[in-house]
């Protein structure tokens, strides 16, 4: 149990049936009246925010997420399966529970799922992967005004936007927090 006072950014709780992550949170104290916590809390399965306040000495349960290491296999077009590398226990997900998550992810490669009490409720790819260029125009000389990009899909599918010096064939590195281009590799 974690009271609200003691709260963290970054901690997962269980309120209201629900798992929610404290995204932010402040201590307020009125001239007037009894502190309270303010906070913004993101529910992990819908992603939705809301903003609640509490009574310092409310308590809530922790909510403890696992996050398993697993080898992404294939898709079939709805499915995606998954496979625990120790165990070589497999799992399958909907298009739905992945969203857009396995955008920059190709498959044998290596993500986490995250899960609360058994049940998956996302996909976190690596931070960072090497990709290939698949297709992109090519950079014209003299176009090089500054921070000029180009679009490029990778071969994932993805698109990407990157310098004007990249070319078809390249491989590069990618965030795939934000999808942005980091440099050749």
Request: aromatic share 10%.
């Amino acid at each position: 149990m974690i009271s609200a006072g003691d709260f963290k950014n970054g901690v997962t709780i269980e309120y209201e049936g629900n798992v929610y992550q404290i995204i932010e949170f402040q201590h307020v104290k009125p001239g007037k009246g009894a502190a309270f916590v303010r906070t913004k809390l993101k529910n992990i399965k819908s992603g939705g925010v809301i903003e609640k306040s509490f009574r310092p000495t409310e308590k809530f349960p922790l909510a403890h997420i696992e996050r398993a290491d697993m080898q992404y296999l294939y898709n079939d077009g709805d499915m995606f399966y998954f496979m625990n590398t120790d165990t070589y226990d497999q799992i399958a997900l909907t298009k739905d529970q992945i969203g857009d998550t396995l955008k920059f992810v190709k498959e044998n490669e290596m993500v986490k799922v995250c899960s609360h009490k058994g049940e998956v409720f996302s996909i976190e790819p690596p931070l960072f992967v090497e990709l290939e260029i698949t297709e992109t125009e090519p950079g014209f000389k003299g176009d090089t005004a500054t921070g000029a990009t180009k679009p490029a899909t990778v071969e994932t599918g993805a698109v990407v936007y990157v310098p004007l010096f990249v070319s078809q064939g390249d491989r590069i590195k990618i965030d795939t927090r934000t999808g942005e281009y980091l440099s050749r590799a």
